[in-house]
């Protein structure tokens, strides 16, 4: 790395240290290293149970059977006549009877909320110590999860080798595991690789209903959680992991999350051996995210629905303690992502979410979110590389399909200088269909893109529609091929100033940005109307005052202010059509560079320093219009906004000086003219209009 790039480097992080809140804690967990991948993703066995589960009513049981086919209500009728004479009444009872690896748990249909499990933590479970997450569980280790497991679980299944647990009933809701509010998690799986869940609910949890850990081999098939503080389901540390026919829902963070898969891609480009996770065939709806993953590396998802959620998806490096970090090698195709435009702030507004989380309503419909999300996108991207999104539907999203913004490595606990901008590269869009849903009807997206401009390789497919920056590399047709590339260090600056912004939010707190229209901000209430009035109010008064003071009289002078001030007018309504229209802002930039251009010449030849100093600045301006409405220019690593707003502060400061200092005063003999002094009006670029006037300037 150069010097010059190094120092690019530094500054580049710097100004992301100062727009950047710090990170929240999403998902605290012990110190997990990822599998050594030499597991397998496990088959489903079709055998007879080795152990069964029920409850002993028979009449409860003959009543949630009596709709079953003929075939399987004659088999859960078996079933129960077995289970009654030598089975379990609890799930955690048959799990703690699994005496080698291979085995099955059949659970007949029934409710299952594992009473012997809820019992408070007593004796030396009442006194363990542990670190504390920022959420306020402990933080446990593996011995004292297996010491004291229903501290924090309702159902644990730690170290049991290739069990598999399924449900007997017709639909997945015929089994109910319930944690009715009172364990952080409902299903717990640790270190028990090759497990395969099946054909059941999981359900009102304040962490996770159904949580893989650390696991090399799992597959969770047609399975259903919901109404959760933070997860529906969460796999972490994890490779060989299948999701199939799934569905999650009411949950305050995502309702799929595999975090951390193992990070198994990390040197290589798009084409791969092999993903660590896939996922297929599964909808994640009425959630704040559908899809969730911080180092979520290496996980392949096609054929999913993610509706009616905040955010469809999303993908992260911007929470520390996560194996794998920064997240690289998701691959979403074919996916339905559409209509993702929820709004549960007002329920963190309203107290509604600082109530006990039994008391909250989840099952009606509320939703608690745990961190900030920009509510109506389709795919978040924040800080990841080597993704593939091609050939999914994205549509019906009131603000964009695709968000990208990169997060500096110090977010995630890394210091090292050379890490600090190694987010953001790589990832491409192509072939997917915008704006329109699968059988051809228009539902059109708020804006295709919403990217920071920030990273190298990043490529989106010829005719995107609307977006900002309005131009965008186009990917080729092969994978690694990108026309008109960037590789910026530091996004806008403006858009990093309103992720600032709306990344303060804390559910625990009730603090809800007041400038973020994440948050319902509209007009003033929002930071970039707020930066652009602002900026437009200061250049106006300073540059008002220094065409008056030094360049009234001079014609071309005045009609550039003029166009100045349309620039800045047009700048702040600019502002306030947020991402409705992108010609705006690169119009207001034209107009406001012809000004500054204009001006520095008008004042060359008095102030010959400052004067060129106000045409760079100028051209400073033209260049960064250019660059958002025309082409990202691809041989500088920072966007001109940042070199002009830098350089505007100082003509700012440098143009009260020259405005308050008094104008050259002709030397006797010499009024800029003949002997009458005719042509002294002619010198207003060098003098003062007052000294013209044979008043004080």
């Given at each position: 790395?150069?010097?010059?790039?190094?120092l690019?480097?530094v500054?580049?992080?710097?100004?992301?240290?100062?727009?950047t809140?710090?990170a929240?804690q999403?998902?605290?967990?012990?110190?997990v290293?990822?599998?050594?991948g030499?597991?397998?993703?496990?088959v489903?066995?079709?055998?007879?149970?080795?152990?069964?589960?029920?409850?002993?009513?028979?009449?409860?049981?003959?009543r949630?059977?009596?709709?079953?086919?003929?075939?399987l209500?004659?088999r859960?009728?078996d079933?129960?006549?077995?289970?009654?004479?030598?089975?379990?009444?609890?799930?955690?009872?048959?799990?703690?009877?699994?005496?080698?690896?291979?085995?099955?748990?059949?659970?007949?249909?029934?409710?299952?909320?594992?009473?012997?499990?809820?019992?408070?933590?007593?004796?030396?479970?009442?006194?363990?110590?542990?670190?504390?997450?920022?959420?306020?569980?402990?933080?446990?280790?593996?011995?004292?999860?297996?010491?004291?497991?229903?501290?924090?679980?309702?159902?644990?299944?730690?170290?049991?080798?290739d069990?598999?647990?399924?449900?007997?009933?017709?639909?997945?809701?015929?089994?109910v595991?319930?944690?009715?509010?009172?364990?952080l998690n409902a299903?717990?799986?640790?270190?028990?690789?090759?497990i395969?869940?099946?054909n059941?609910?999981?359900?009102?949890?304040?962490?996770?209903?159904?949580?893989?850990?650390?696991?090399?081999?799992?597959?969770?098939?047609?399975?259903?959680?919901?109404?959760n503080?933070?997860?529906?389901?969460?796999?972490?540390?994890s490779?060989?992991?299948?999701?199939?026919?799934?569905?999650?829902?009411?949950?305050?963070d995502?309702?799929?999350?595999?975090?951390?898969?193992?990070?198994?891609?990390?040197?290589?480009?798009?084409?791969?051996?092999?993903?660590?996770?896939?996922?297929?065939?599964?909808?994640?709806?009425?959630?704040?995210?559908g899809?969730?993953?911080?180092?979520?590396?290496?996980v392949?998802?096609?054929?999913?629905?993610?509706?009616?959620?905040?955010?469809?998806?999303?993908m992260?490096?911007?929470?520390?303690?996560?194996p794998?970090l920064?997240?690289?090698h998701?691959?979403?195709e074919?996916?339905?992502?559409?209509?993702?435009?929820a709004?549960?702030?007002?329920?963190?507004?309203?107290?509604?979410?600082?109530?006990?989380?039994?008391?909250?309503g989840?099952?009606?419909?509320v939703?608690?979110?745990?961190?900030?999300?920009?509510?109506?996108t389709?795919?978040?991207?924040a800080?990841?590389?080597w993704?593939?999104?091609?050939?999914n539907?994205?549509?019906?999203?009131?603000?964009?399909?695709f968000?990208l913004?990169?997060?500096?490595?110090?977010?995630?606990?890394?210091?090292?200088l050379?890490?600090?901008?190694?987010?953001?590269?790589?990832?491409?869009y192509a072939g997917?269909?915008?704006?329109?849903?699968?059988?051809?009807k228009?539902?059109?997206?708020?804006?295709?893109?919403?990217?920071?401009?920030?990273?190298?390789?990043?490529?989106?497919?010829?005719?995107t529609g609307?977006?900002?920056?309005?131009t965008?590399p186009?990917?080729?047709?092969?994978?690694g091929a990108?026309?008109?590339?960037?590789?910026?260090?530091a996004?806008?600056?403006?858009?990093?100033?309103?992720?600032?912004?709306?990344?303060d939010?804390?559910?625990?707190?009730?603090?809800?940005?007041?400038?973020?229209?994440?948050?319902?901000?509209?007009?003033?209430?929002?930071?970039?109307?707020?930066?652009?009035?602002?900026?437009?109010?200061?250049?106006?008064?300073?540059?008002g005052?220094?065409?008056?003071?030094r360049?009234?009289?001079?014609?071309?002078?005045?009609?550039?202010?003029?166009?100045?001030?349309?620039?800045?007018?047009?700048?702040?309504a600019?502002s306030?059509?947020g991402?409705?229209?992108?010609?705006?802002?690169?119009?207001?930039?034209?107009?406001?560079g012809?000004?500054?251009?204009?001006?520095?010449?008008?004042?060359?030849?008095?102030?010959?320093?400052?004067?060129?100093?106000?045409?760079?600045?100028?051209?400073?301006?033209l260049?960064?219009?250019?660059?958002?409405?025309?082409?990202m220019?691809?041989?500088?690593?920072?966007?001109p906004?940042?070199?002009?707003?830098?350089?505007?502060?100082?003509?700012?400061?440098?143009?009260?000086?020259?405005?308050?200092r008094?104008?050259?005063?002709?030397?006797?003999?010499?009024?800029?003219?003949?002997?009458?002094?005719?042509?002294?009006?002619?010198?207003?670029?060098?003098?003062?209009?007052?000294?013209?006037?044979?008043e004080?300037?």
């Amino acid at each position: 790395m150069s010097w010059t790039r190094r120092l690019l480097v530094v500054l580049a992080a710097l100004a992301a240290a100062l727009l950047t809140a710090p990170a929240a804690q999403a998902h605290e967990e012990r110190p997990v290293a990822l599998p050594d991948g030499t597991g397998s993703v496990p088959v489903l066995r079709t055998g007879a149970p080795d152990l069964l589960v029920c409850k002993t009513d028979r009449a409860d049981f003959t009543r949630r059977i009596s709709a079953f086919p003929a075939p399987l209500k004659a088999r859960n009728l078996d079933l129960f006549e077995r289970c009654r004479k030598s089975g379990y009444r609890h799930l955690q009872q048959a799990v703690d009877a699994v005496g080698r690896p291979g085995m099955t748990i059949a659970i007949l249909p029934g409710l299952y909320e594992e009473e012997p499990s809820l019992a408070a933590p007593a004796g030396d479970c009442a006194r363990l110590k542990a670190p504390q997450s920022q959420l306020g569980y402990q933080i446990l280790s593996y011995a004292q999860q297996k010491q004291c497991p229903h501290n924090q679980n309702l159902v644990a299944i730690l170290g049991k080798k290739d069990l598999q647990i399924e449900g007997t009933g017709a639909e997945r809701t015929d089994v109910v595991i319930d944690a009715k509010y009172q364990k952080l998690n409902a299903v717990r799986a640790d270190k028990s690789d090759g497990i395969y869940f099946k054909n059941f609910t999981a359900q009102r949890t304040t962490f996770n209903s159904l949580y893989v850990l650390a696991q090399d081999g799992f597959v969770i098939d047609d399975v259903l959680t919901r109404w959760n503080d933070e997860y529906g389901f969460l796999t972490f540390a994890s490779d060989h992991g299948l999701y199939k026919n799934c569905e999650s829902y009411g949950n305050g963070d995502s309702g799929i999350y595999p975090g951390s898969a193992s990070d198994i891609n990390t040197a290589r480009g798009y084409d791969v051996p092999r993903y660590a996770i896939e996922i297929t065939g599964c909808r994640s709806h009425h959630n704040m995210v559908g899809y969730s993953g911080t180092a979520g590396d290496s996980v392949y998802v096609h054929d999913n629905e993610f509706d009616h959620n905040m955010g469809g998806a999303s993908m992260d490096s911007a929470f520390p303690g996560h194996p794998g970090l920064p997240q690289n090698h998701a691959r979403f195709e074919r996916n339905l992502i559409h209509d993702n435009n929820a709004d549960y702030y007002p329920y963190v507004a309203d107290g509604t979410c600082a109530k006990p989380p039994v008391e909250r309503g989840y099952e009606q419909g509320v939703v608690c979110p745990q961190i900030s999300m920009p509510p109506g996108t389709g795919i978040i991207t924040a800080g990841g590389n080597w993704n593939l999104y091609e050939n999914n539907w994205i549509y019906g999203h009131e603000r964009a399909a695709f968000f990208l913004s990169a997060v500096p490595a110090f977010i995630r606990g890394e210091e090292a200088l050379s890490k600090q901008t190694d987010t953001s590269h790589h990832n491409r869009y192509a072939g997917n269909h915008l704006g329109t849903d699968r059988d051809g009807k228009a539902r059109p997206n708020g804006t295709d893109v919403w990217w920071d401009g920030q990273g190298e390789g990043n490529c989106w497919q010829p005719g995107t529609g609307a977006s900002t920056p309005r131009t965008l590399p186009e990917c080729g047709k092969e994978r690694g091929a990108v026309s008109g590339g960037a590789d910026r260090l530091a996004g806008e600056p403006v858009k990093l100033a309103q992720l600032l912004v709306c990344a303060d939010y804390s559910v625990q707190a009730r603090r809800l940005p007041s400038g973020c229209d994440w948050y319902g901000a509209r007009g003033i209430e929002r930071i970039e109307v707020q930066a652009a009035l602002g900026t437009a109010v200061v250049l106006a008064l300073v540059g008002g005052v220094l065409w008056w003071r030094r360049l009234r009289h001079d014609r071309t002078a005045t009609v550039v202010t003029v166009l100045g001030a349309i620039g800045l007018v047009l700048d702040v309504a600019g502002s306030t059509t947020g991402l409705t229209s992108s010609y705006l802002p690169a119009a207001a930039l034209l107009l406001i560079g012809v000004w500054w251009s204009g001006t520095g010449l008008a004042l060359r030849r008095e102030r010959p320093a400052f004067g060129w100093t106000t045409v760079v600045l100028g051209a400073l301006t033209l260049l960064d219009a250019f660059d958002k409405a025309v082409l990202m220019i691809p041989w500088i690593p920072l966007s001109p906004a940042w070199l002009r707003t830098l350089l505007g502060v100082v003509w700012v400061i440098w143009a009260v000086a020259a405005a308050a200092r008094g104008g050259a005063k002709p030397e006797a003999g010499d009024d800029g003219g003949g002997p009458d002094g005719t042509e002294r009006a002619d010198r207003t670029e060098g003098v003062g209009v007052g000294a013209a006037e044979g008043e004080p300037s």
